[in-house]
């Protein structure tokens, strides 16, 4: 089983419309969830970070954690069509020692158009 | 607001060709990472960077790979002798200690193509 899954869409909504990207994974050592917006020939951009299970809410967009379905999401309200870009979700172990370092393990990412 | 810089944008080279990317962190970030991403596929680890040494590694990142940080702000990654499969865009990302050490901060990328 892939460690982290993310439908890769694309998905097409109309502006104003809400919006739901998910993604699965089967490492249960995670801790550390965080949602990137990749715009065309760019670099992630970290939009949402969440420490273990539960809801994180920042403006257009709220984070869920369901560790107990080892599933998480993205919403976004009121979709605007600057939104259009590829979403990734990355999560990482709560892995003490080295410098805390955490690698971070990537989904695919879902492409995202928000038509106007 | 400080940002993660890369240079260069793009870099051809030949195979067999020794190619030096590089990279300046935010300035107060003490955990360095690069990443890649092949066309299509997963953003993938390479390694990790923090207190002048590696703490980790992933397979990818074997013998052909190093990581240097040769002064206060710049964090290179080098590939000794390009092969065909390393085209891809390299990322490199930069974060802070303590609670902040997973928000990971990305550059704008190096698109490697090897010919």
């Known amino acids: 089983q892939k460690e982290v899954e993310q439908d890769p869409g694309p998905l097409s909504v109309p502006e104003g419309a809400i919006v739901s990207l998910n993604c699965t994974y089967s490492n249960s050592a995670f801790q550390y969830f965080m949602w990137y917006r990749q715009y065309s020939r760019k670099g992630p951009e970290l939009l949402m970070y969440t420490y273990s299970s539960g809801n994180k809410e920042d403006g257009r967009f709220t984070a869920q954690v369901d560790k107990s379905s080892k599933y998480i999401s993205l919403f976004i309200r009121d979709s605007q069509p600057s939104d259009s870009a590829t979403y990734l979700c990355a999560m990482s172990a709560d892995r003490r020692g080295a410098g805390n370092n955490r690698k971070l393990i990537w989904g695919l990412g879902t492409s995202l158009a928000v038509n106007p | ?115």
């Open chain 2, 1 to 115: 607001e400080p940002e993660v810089t890369q240079t260069p944008s793009h870099q051809v080279t030949q195979m067999g060709q020794e190619v030096i990317l590089r990279c300046v962190p935010i300035s107060n970030h003490l955990y360095f990472y690069w990443y890649r991403q092949i066309l299509g596929q997963k953003v993938e680890f390479l390694v990790s960077f923090y207190n002048n040494e590696i703490s980790e590694k992933s397979e990818i990142f074997d013998d052909q790979f190093s990581v240097e940080r040769p002064d206060g702000s710049n964090f290179t990654l080098k590939i000794r002798s390009t092969k065909l499969e390393d085209s891809a865009m390299y990322f490199c990302a930069s974060s802070l200690t303590s609670d902040k050490v997973n928000e990971q901060f990305f550059g704008p990328g190096t698109r490697l193509t090897v010919l």
